[in-house]
């Protein structure tokens, strides 16, 4: 049995806590429940390719969320901004989310999000999993931009530091690819997952 055949009879299990996640789900019309996975945090090994990170951390949140719910199907995300071959994760605190978006002020990054479609059956489990990459450009950003916009705190749980689809839309140039993938969630790539497309 493939993932996106498995549990019909159940809502679609949301492996994550991220608000922007559900908030992506629901718009699009699809059932689901939150369990979240956030123990299940892998760290990025030596050498290790990012968009492999990516997948290989979605699928360990759903897959520890499908052990738990046998016979449910399970959706797990993983979204990592990279700049310079370097993940860019969530601030540890203020200084940190100015370090960051300096770094990002007047160049162009990747949001990588890796979607990993989970279902588990006694020993068997069936994963589906794959990435989604967008490009974005930040404008030049003056110091007391990047001071007001992190005194928001806006930034403090969002990868690379910033949210597109709030505040942060405004640091952004332009960007290519899916939009809801820079927000944390590629709902193009996860509606064909689930055979909605």
């Given at each position: ?6 549990g ?32 299940a ?55 940190d ?82 939009f ?18």
């Open positions: 049995m493939s993932p996106a055949n498995g019909r009879g159940a809502p679609l299990i949301l492996a994550s806590a991220s608000p922007r996640r559900r908030e992506l789900l629901a718009q699009c019309g699809i059932e689901f429940e939150v369990i979240g996975a956030e123990d945090e892998p760290l990025r090994e030596t050498a290790e390719d990012c968009l492999a990170f990516a997948r290989r951390a979605a699928e360990a949140k759903a897959s520890r969320v499908a052990r738990r719910h046998p016979h449910r199907l399970v959706l797990g995300a993983d979204t990592i901004v990279v700049v310079d071959d370097e993940v860019l994760g969530k601030p540890a605190d203020a200084q989310a100015a370090a960051m978006l300096r770094r990002l002020s007047g160049r162009a990054h990747c949001v990588h999000t890796g979607v990993a479609l989970v279902f588990a059956a006694g020993d068997e489990i069936d994963v589906d999993s794959r990435t989604a990459t967008s490009k974005v450009t930040f404008r030049v950003l003056p110091e007391t931009e990047i001071q007001a916009y992190v005194a928001t705190g806006e930034p403090m749980d969002k990868a690379g530091a910033y949210g597109i689809q709030g505040l942060g839309g405004r640091l952004v140039a332009r960007f290519e690819g899916s809801t993938n820079i927000v944390g969630l590629p709902m193009e790539l996860v509606r064909q997952m689930l055979g909605r497309e």
